[in-house]
């Protein structure tokens, strides 16, 4: 039996209807840049994630790139983010001007550790950037504490988090409500996924969002008038279009992910070797990625790719051991927590369309490699 990582065919013909008929008004229209299906895109994921603003760009990477130039970042400036997760993230804070610094990541949840950011605050810190990692919110009510008590900004890492949640002093709050600022990814493998590249801003901030809605577009709102010097990154009608589409599926497809995550959970309780992944009580994950660390890793890998099983290592090689962040200076052991979890991570298919079959087909072929 194969089982992919993601099936994406899968889904497209579920809804094909639905974002063809959307796609094919706007080619109709012949409006490309802009206009109303980004807007309309646009007010939706603000209600969503229960945020003033939302403003599209051309990528996840922009989506956080754009709110830390927003924050005039300066050669010696720092941003604190994590070792353990995408490039992005400290990609955009060398691409804004800052240097990125970071800081170990909790054991069960691989989110930000509140006391190593804590720990980590100079007086060049301008902000920092926890990640929601694999579908999870990082715990918010410990980390803006520290960055309000420093007067930092917090922008939330929710790339692979839209739509997820967190309890907070009894109430449910959305990834994307509390942060000044908080970036999305629509990259095709996402909850939310689209044709292609494209991401959002949300903000509550109007100063924020003013500043990123001109960054996007070369620095200025009015054409051909340009306040500072921005850069290209508008979200695509075309991929608006196909997000509207797929926007009220959202709910159902992260639903239909808790539930394959709670059949895994429960089917591999007990495999010596494997340990399922920690949700904090706390979070409403959405599992974007559904991660157990094991034994043998590479190994087990092996062995599933033999059996038609589609997996991926988010992520191989922890971002302070990168060598194009050599000159920060970081060694190896730097960040333990990190570093083991690179050893050990493996994600296997979750995606909503994934049949009971298919994923007793996974955990058998786990439990042979293992012996169990």
Known sequence: MNVPLLDLKAQHRAIKDE???????????????????????????????????????????DALLLPLKALDLRAGDEVITVPFTFFASAGAVHNAGATPVFVDVLPDTYAMDPAALEAAITPRTRAVMP?????????????????????IPLIEDAAQSIGARRRVDGAWRMAGELGDATGYSFFPSKNLGGWGDGGMVVTSDDRIAERVRRLRVHGGLQTYF???????????????????????????????????????????????????????????????????????????????????????????????LQPCFASLGYRKGAFPVAEAATGRVLALPVFPELTEAQQAHVVDAIRGFYGD
């Open 19 to 61: 974002v063809l008929a959307r796609v094919h008004e706007l080619v109709e229209s012949q409006l490309f840049i802009l206009g109303q299906p980004v807007l309309d895109f646009e007010a939706k994921v603000a209600t969503l994630s229960r945020a003033r603003h939302a403003i599209g760009v051309a990528s996840g990477t």
């Open 131 to 151: 990640v929601h990692l694999f579908g999870q919110m990082a715990p918010l009510e410990r980390l803006l504490p520290i960055a309000r008590k420093h007067g």
């Open 226 to 320: 340009h306040d500072e010097v921005g850069t290209n990154s508008r979200l695509d009608a075309l991929q608006a279009a196909v997000l509207l589409a797929k926007l009220p599926h959202l709910a159902a497809w992260s639903a239909a992910r808790r539930a394959n995550a709670a059949r895994y959970t429960a089917a591999l309780a007990g495999v010596a070797g494997v340990r399922t992944p920690v949700t904090d009580p706390a979070n409403e994950h959405i599992y974007n990625q559904y991660v157990i660390e094991a034994d043998r890793r590479d190994a087990l890998q092996a062995h599933l790719k033999a059996q038609g099983v589609g997996t991926a290592v988010y992520y191989p090689l922890a971002l302070h």
